[in-house]
């Protein structure tokens, strides 16, 4: 019971999820999406977050949206560090404009790309913090599909510590 796709519960500071609103909130100000990532280890089913990072990213106001890209060297930069201090990327969060869901562009250019990683997306722009049920929370299947997910309970089970 070692991957990602066995964890049943994963647990998240709250500190982690205030400082994440905060970043996402400040790039939601200039009008842009914001992402940020959680990293922690897991313990047979249990995941726990420790470490909230914000990766350099551009932001980006297109005709038909809005999104954040984080380059290649930066995810090089991130994949280094993940593996010196043997942490494991969890979730991505990051804001849309208005409504919370998962993106085509979301599908495809997912930062958190192991099966069982989790992906929420938090609607205008983080203006307040909002309650997980209030976020679209999603998960990589083993299809590698990303599925919405209810984080109310196991299997797929978030809770705030
Ligand atoms: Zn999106």
Same mark, same amino acid.
């Not at 977050?49 to 090089?76: H, R, W, Y």
């Not at 280094?80 to 404009?97: G, K």
């Not at 938090?122 to 309650?131: E, G, K, L, R």
């Given at each position: 019971m070692t991957e990602l796709a066995d964890v049943t519960e994963l647990r998240v500071p709250l500190q982690v999820i205030i400082d994440g609103y905060e970043f996402m909130r400040s790039a939601g100000r200039m009008r842009l999406e914001g992402m940020v990532l959680w990293a922690g280890n897991q313990r047979d089913t249990i995941f726990t977050v420790t470490e909230l990072i914000?990766?350099?990213?551009?932001?980006? #106001?297109?005709?038909?949206?809005?999104?954040?890209?984080?380059?290649?060297?930066?995810?090089?930069?991130?994949?280094?560090?993940?593996?010196?201090? #043997?942490?494991?990327l969890v979730?991505?969060?990051?804001?849309?404009?208005?409504e919370a869901y998962? #993106? #085509?562009?979301?599908?495809?250019?997912?930062?958190?790309?192991?099966i069982g990683c989790f992906s929420i997306v938090v609607p205008n722009f983080a203006v307040i913090n909002y309650a997980l049920a209030q976020c679209a929370v999603y998960r990589l299947n083993v299809g590698a599909k990303w599925m919405e997910v209810d984080e109310s309970q196991a299997p797929n089970r978030i809770v705030v510590i």
């Amino acid at each position: 019971m070692t991957e990602l796709a066995d964890v049943t519960e994963l647990r998240v500071p709250l500190q982690v999820i205030i400082d994440g609103y905060e970043f996402m909130r400040s790039a939601g100000r200039m009008r842009l999406e914001g992402m940020v990532l959680w990293a922690g280890n897991q313990r047979d089913t249990i995941f726990t977050v420790t470490e909230l990072i914000v990766p350099k990213q551009k932001g980006l #106001s297109t005709a038909d949206g809005v999104c954040a890209i984080v380059d290649a060297n930066e995810l090089a930069r991130l994949n280094m560090h993940l593996y010196r201090n #043997s942490l494991e990327l969890v979730a991505q969060v990051h804001t849309h404009p208005t409504e919370a869901y998962h #993106s #085509s562009t979301d599908d495809e250019y997912a930062i958190a790309t192991t099966i069982g990683c989790f992906s929420i997306v938090v609607p205008n722009f983080a203006v307040i913090n909002y309650a997980l049920a209030q976020c679209a929370v999603y998960r990589l299947n083993v299809g590698a599909k990303w599925m919405e997910v209810d984080e109310s309970q196991a299997p797929n089970r978030i809770v705030v510590i």
